[in-house]
């Protein structure tokens, strides 16, 4: 399928050609590309997560009736073995869900943050404003709901490199242990 580029551009420059133009280009591109992967991975996540529900309802449900039955120890007790290693299992595939629904909140917020940045730099009457760029970094903070987010947040409105923040142990230990169980 082929678009008809308008305007000027990068590939047909003219005199009313822009850099800021461009740069809203490949803001919007990355927009546009974090919102269809979290869209193609919100479907299969939540089919995933209802299987794995409907299966931990099911194991439950074996073993109460494994328990009320009249077999000897001998012949139940390998199969409540095996029903506590599917819930193991199971548990563990809850736990990586819940760190892809804390990548999918991430991503949005780079979402919301390029889409916020490309009106900014798009609008010559705000782009050379310093208050509209600290109105735009207030705004991108108030949408993080993780402690990591605003810890980076942080750190970057510091001046520190991106090497330097990933390098932050804390930072990183604190993100991976913050699971709740469901």
């Known amino acids: 399928m082929e678009y008809q580029i308008t305007g000027s551009n990068s590939q047909h420059p003219d005199l009313d050609w822009s850099q800021v133009r461009e740069t809203i280009r490949m803001m919007n591109l990355a927009v546009a590309q974090i919102e269809m992967s979290m869209r193609e991975g919100e479907d299969s996540v939540g089919t995933l997560t209802t299987a794995f529900t409907q299966m931990m309802d099911k194991v439950s449900l074996i073993e109460q009736q494994i328990k009320l039955s009249e077999q000897s120890d001998d012949a139940i007790t390998p199969i409540l073995e095996q029903c506590d290693a599917i819930s193991t299992e199971m548990q563990h595939a809850i736990i990586a869900f819940q760190f892809y629904d804390k990548l999918t909140q991430r991503l949005t917020h780079v979402s919301q943050t390029l889409g916020c940045l490309s009106d900014l730099v798009g609008d010559s009457h705000r782009l050379y404003d310093p208050k509209q760029w600290a109105m735009l970094q207030d705004?991108?903070?108030?949408?993080?709901?993780?402690?990591?987010?605003h810890v980076m947040f942080d750190m970057v409105m510091r001046g520190m490199t991106i090497e330097e923040i990933l390098a932050t142990s804390p930072l990183i230990d604190s993100n991976k242990n913050?699971?709740?169980l469901f």
């Open 139 to 149: 705004l991108i903070k108030s949408k993080y709901s993780m402690p990591v987010e």
């Open 178 to 180: 913050n699971i709740e």
